[in-house]
């Protein structure tokens, strides 16, 4: 098993964490280590409460069990003092989010991660901007072409106003 060291952690990103500069707005210290693979998790979409508002305007991404599925992603590393910036943008103390230690497969072996899953989740449509950052992220690291088509393919909620895509656009430029 690989892991981070120096004061680092490793961070397996799904969801819009996949997009370096999503995740660097709130955790600057994060780089890019390699992509790879959770092996009996499905990827899926929804929120913590039923009627649940967010600044995605829609369902998030979050990983379920799933004997036999897979969910590619980002493992990033980051500095130790960002647990606590990723644990807020993730929501951990609301209670939206718990962390998870999951073993995550890589071109240089099995590597333990922190990543997060959802609790009380209720199934919910992406917006189009949510579905476009992790699009976007999935692209810009490269993951597999059949898993980034699956990506594709995702229906949204065809939710129109702003997002955090907005603020995104002024450092994507």
Same mark, same amino acid.
């Given at each position: 098993m690989s892991g981070a060291a120096n004061g680092r952690f490793l961070y397996f990103a799904f969801g819009s964490n996949l997009l370096k500069e999503r995740l660097q707005l709130a955790n600057p210290s994060a780089i890019f280590c390699t992509i790879g693979r959770l092996k009996d998790y499905k990827l899926n979409?929804?929120?913590?409460?039923?009627?649940?508002e967010n600044n995605w305007h829609g369902g998030?991404?979050?990983? !379920?069990f799933?004997?036999?599925?897979e969910v590619w992603g980002v493992i990033w590393t980051l500095s130790n003092d960002n647990i606590t910036s990723l644990d807020k943008q993730e929501g951990v103390a609301l209670g939206i989010y718990s962390p998870l !230690?999951?073993?995550? !497969?890589?071109?240089e072996g099995t590597m333990l991660c922190?990543?997060?899953?959802?609790?009380?989740?209720h199934a919910s449509?992406?917006?189009p901007q949510y579905k476009q950052v992790l699009c976007l992220g999935a692209e810009q690291n490269g993951l597999p072409a059949e898993y980034l088509k699956s990506l594709k393919v995702i229906l949204t909620n065809n939710y129109s106003g702003p997002s955090i895509l907005d603020q995104l656009k002024t450092v994507l430029k």
């Open positions: 979409f929804g929120q913590w409460e039923k009627h649940g998030v991404a979050t990983v !379920e799933c004997p036999g599925a !230690e999951v073993s995550v !497969e890589t071109d922190r990543t997060y899953q959802m609790n009380n989740f449509l992406p917006s």
